[in-house]
């Protein structure tokens, strides 16, 4: 039986150079009707946390979460997925400094604009700003990385930054780090404090 995986890695080396078909097959086996394109594994994790506390099974639905490796990879992927290729309906999620690329590949890609949503900074910036930095340390606490925490915040170039930056910084520098926050974040979220890109992505599925 096709499972969401086996499909994630057929994407890949089709986007990669590769054949398509087995693709196509699988995702014929699967029921897909729509393809969530994120950026990567952080913002998969982030979005399956969220449809796991609303107890919805998205494969089930016939919505496969594709992270694409990189914002860059837009064109290519929407291309694949969408009109021209699977024909699947395209959402997602994008960073608001990579918008202009989002706007170019969906359009050549034939892909409405409008179903994908905008994060300010990026995905774990709109999760840290939900929780505030109080909830953020409790959880770097929990998670065993208070040490490393504060060794990271008497670095120099984090001295005089905002608490909420500094945050986001330290999830990116420790490979693994930022998928496992991403889950852990989401689970931690107040239900009426989520932001509003995941939250509107999540409800347009």
Not at 24 to 32: T, V
Not at 71 to 87: D, E, K
Not at 159 to 169: A, I, L, V
Request: hydrophobic residues 45%; proline residues 6%; aromatic residues 6%.
């Amino acid at each position: 039986m096709a499972d969401m995986w086996a499909f994630l890695n057929a994407v890949g080396r089709w986007a990669a150079g590769g054949p398509g078909g087995p693709a196509g097959d699988l995702a014929e086996e699967l029921g897909l009707r729509t393809a969530v394109l994120l950026e990567g594994l952080s913002d998969l994790a982030a979005v399956e946390a969220l449809a796991a506390r609303h107890g919805r099974d998205l494969t089930a639905e016939g919505v496969g979460v594709v992270p694409m490796g990189g914002a860059m990879n837009i064109a290519r992927y929407a291309g694949l997925l969408g009109p021209p290729g699977l024909g699947l309906r395209l959402t997602g999620l994008c960073d608001e400094r990579e918008q202009p690329f989002y706007d170019r590949g969906l359009e050549r890609a034939g892909a409405p604009r409008r179903d994908f949503f905008v994060c300010v900074a990026d995905l774990e910036d709109e999760l840290i700003r939900a929780l505030g930095p109080a909830a953020i340390e409790e959880i770097i606490r929990a998670e065993g990385d208070l040490r490393a925490w504060q060794t990271f915040l008497h670095q120099p170039a984090q001295h005089g930054r905002p608490r909420h930056q500094q945050m986001r910084r330290f999830l990116g520098t420790k490979k693994g780090r930022k998928i496992r926050y991403g889950r852990l974040l989401v689970e931690a979220l107040d239900p009426g404090k989520v932001p509003a890109p995941l939250d509107g992505l999540l409800t347009s599925v």
